[in-house]
């Protein structure tokens, strides 16, 4: 067995963030933050521990001990997903967990790997409370290209790791496109989503354009509504809808 086959099946569950890969014990408790188990990285945004993967009652939770941060969760293929906010957690019943948040300007996913999950595809969108299965969303091709501008450093990262949150204007810059038309086409995504039950893009007045800039990203990369492939669509030659 290789090395990273062993800190898979080690122990039942295993994490993975750039490459290297921890082997979880069950009578610990694994931190993830700036000064942890996992060290992210030396992010004055990010909490010294904001997550905690550790086994009670019978099952490995994913906790957020944190005070201001949230993540964004979904299984291995983006069916379904939730939302974490400080003080819950959540179970960790799926083969692979997909987490994603957002620190300051900077955008950090690592994976949860669980050799005997509880869960196979026939159990998606029973796992717990706050967990929801995914459903189809349309959006034109105008706010699709605002999801990828938004998602474009994300999506060109090999790998679990950080990239940088875009602003606004270099989203904007990029599809070459007014601020304002830019801004105008955010608004009706989140609106969108917002209707259709995705929290975390409405409400809230500190920071809130960097905020939900964050959650789009995350729900939109954690749920696949844009991935790899769809890069050269902001490259194309642009219709109006």
Avoid at 76 to 101: D, K
Wanted: charged share 20%; proline share 4%; with cysteine.
């Amino acid at each position: 067995m290789s090395s990273v086959d062993a800190a898979r099946t080690r122990d039942g569950v295993s994490v993975e963030y750039c490459g290297e890969w921890f082997s979880l014990e069950a009578d610990t408790v694994f931190s993830i933050g700036r000064d942890a188990d996992l060290g992210i990285d030396d992010n004055q945004f990010l909490h010294r521990r904001f997550l905690e993967i550790h086994y009670t009652d019978g099952l490995w939770w994913l906790s957020n001990v944190g005070t201001r941060l949230s993540a964004t969760v979904s299984d291995g293929e983006g069916r379904v997903q939730a939302w974490l906010a400080p003080g819950a957690r959540l179970p960790v019943v799926f083969s692979t967990l997909v987490v994603i948040f957002t620190a300051g300007p900077t955008t950090y996913e690592f994976t949860v790997h669980a050799s005997q999950p509880t869960f196979s595809d026939s159990g998606l969108g029973e796992a717990a409370s706050g967990v929801t299965t995914v459903g189809a969303v349309t959006f034109t091709p105008s706010q699709k290209l605002v999801i990828l501008a938004l998602a474009e450093p994300m999506l060109l990262r090999e790998g679990t790791g950080m990239s940088e949150l875009p602003t606004s204007v270099m989203a904007a810059k990029r599809l070459g496109w007014a601020s304002t038309r830019f801004n105008r086409k955010l608004d009706n995504v989140c609106d969108k989503l917002d209707r259709a039950g995705v929290q975390g893009l409405r409400g809230g007045l500190t920071s809130y354009a960097t905020n939900r800039r964050a959650r789009l990203i995350e729900h939109a990369i954690a749920t696949r509504i844009v991935t790899r492939i769809d890069l050269p669509l902001l490259d194309a030659p642009q219709n109006e809808d």
